[in-house]
């Protein structure tokens, strides 16, 4: 399908445990980036990518890794899950950077860090 | 320390009548702004922006103004309609050509029939 997809949409985890989230877009966007949404903080970015092997940090890095092999993933992973890390992550994508271009984002998954 | 600021975290309103969501900023190296709309279990989705040379972009019912000295631009939707319902989060680009946007906390917003 076209577009920017997340996969999985729910995600249920303990504590410690690594998970990785995965985002895919059919675009060829140059463009990457991993947010996560919480109730008072609105969206927060946490990495971006300008292209595949080309990633940088967003405001809340901490306790996340992420990597852009291939021009249309980019996996977030949680290394060692904490309950603080509980929230809806948003993958988007544009074909430039924020200004005057468009940010598509994807539908977001739901992980649940018990 | 929260550089984009919506104080209002719901509005209600009622169909054809205006709606007004506000926003602050605090740095004033921000100078492209963007308002974005999200419904419940989908992604958020562009709606309208402005840049700092402007003090106000127009698309259909949708109006943005910025008030750079007062550091603050508000949404007007008018006639406001039922299917406007929905989080709406302003954002600010102040990185130049990173890519990176601040975002507010969101304002939702109920329009009533």
């Known amino acids: 399908d076209a577009g920017i997809t997340q996969s999985p949409r729910y995600k249920i985890t303990e504590t410690g445990r690594q998970v990785t989230l995965m985002c895919h877009q059919t675009?060829?966007?140059?463009?990457m980036f991993w947010y996560r949404q919480d109730l008072g903080h609105g969206l927060r970015l946490i990495y971006y990518?300008?292209?595949?092997?080309?990633?940088d940090k967003g405001e809340v890095p901490d306790g996340y890794v992420v990597s852009r092999s291939k021009t249309e993933n980019f996996p977030l992973t949680l290394e060692s899950a904490t309950r603080s890390q509980t929230s809806v992550y948003f993958c988007?994508?544009?074909?430039?950077?924020?200004?005057?271009?468009?940010?598509?984002f994807g539908p977001g998954t739901r992980l649940t860090v018990l | 320390d929260q550089q984009v600021k919506q104080n209002s975290p719901s509005l209600s309103v009622q169909e054809g009548r205006i709606s007004i969501l506000n926003c602050d900023y605090t740095n004033s190296m921000f100078d492209y702004f963007l308002w974005y709309k999200k419904y419940p279990a989908e992604g958020p989705t562009f709606l309208i922006s402005i840049s700092s040379i402007k003090d106000k972009n127009e698309d259909g019912r949708f109006t943005v103004f910025l008030n750079k000295s007062a550091k603050h631009l508000s949404l007007h939707i008018v006639p406001s309609q039922p299917g406007d319902s929905a989080v709406y989060f302003c954002?600010?680009?102040?990185?130049?050509?990173?890519?990176?946007?601040?975002f507010g906390q969101g304002t939702t917003l109920q329009v009533k029939p």
């Open positions: 675009w060829s966007h140059s463009y």
């Open positions: 990518s300008a292209a595949a092997d080309i990633t």
């Open positions: 954002a600010a680009d102040g990185s130049g050509n990173t890519g990176k946007l601040i």
């Open positions: 988007a994508s544009s074909v430039g950077p924020a200004r005057y271009n468009e940010q598509f």
